[in-house]
């Protein structure tokens, strides 16, 4: 069983250290895509994934590994854009970007403020009530804004009272 992945012209393929790395316009991006039962190589300008086994199981892993090559691609191609809104009904909380911390302020009242990781290699924006995230590793753009949309969740009240947070309002590209 195998699957082949041409790659588009301007993107280039190797294998380091057992990681793919694709390269193209925007950068590149590393991701150990590797299996013990699987078969992971470059060859004429296409990223192979093989298995000795007929399987299922070697089915999803080619189909999956595929799909995270294919994320890659578009990645270094193109680049990942997640869009985030701050939404508040009383409280009017404040986000400042402070490093590989996004520190959100004064959300539903708190005195104490939360606290948000950025992951190497994205780039956040923050405009008012507006954040915008950019990168081409999707694993850590949406890693990101999940982090965020995490780090605004209110526990122990009423979500149909407590409305607040940051959202995600558009993702992708």
Do not use: C, W
């Not at 990681?19 to 078969?39: A, D, I, Y």
């Not at 994320?71 to 985030?84: A, D």
């Not at 005195?111 to 994205?122: E, F, H, M, N």
């Amino acid at each position: 069983m195998e699957e082949k992945l041409v790659l588009p012209e301007g993107v280039t393929a190797k294998i380091e250290d057992r990681m793919v790395v694709v390269s193209g316009k925007l950068g590149e991006v590393k991701k150990p895509l590797f299996h013990q039962s699987l078969k992971t190589e470059v060859r004429d300008n296409a990223i192979v994934f093989s298995s000795k086994q007929e399987g299922r199981n070697s089915k999803r892993m080619i189909k999956t590994y595929t799909a995270h090559a294919k994320n890659m691609i578009k990645g270094v191609q193109e680049g990942f854009i997640y869009n985030l809104k701050l939404v508040y009904t009383h409280f009017p909380a404040t986000m400042k970007l402070e490093g590989n911390k996004l520190r959100i302020e004064n959300f539903i009242g708190e005195r104490k403020s939360r606290v948000a990781t950025i992951l190497p290699g994205v780039e956040v924006k923050v405009q008012k009530q507006d954040v915008e995230i950019k990168g081409i590793d999707l694993y850590n753009v949406s890693q990101t804004a999940g982090n965020i949309e995490q780090a605004s969740r209110i526990v122990d009240r009423d979500r149909r009272v407590f409305q607040d947070g940051i959202f995600i309002t558009n993702k992708g590209k």
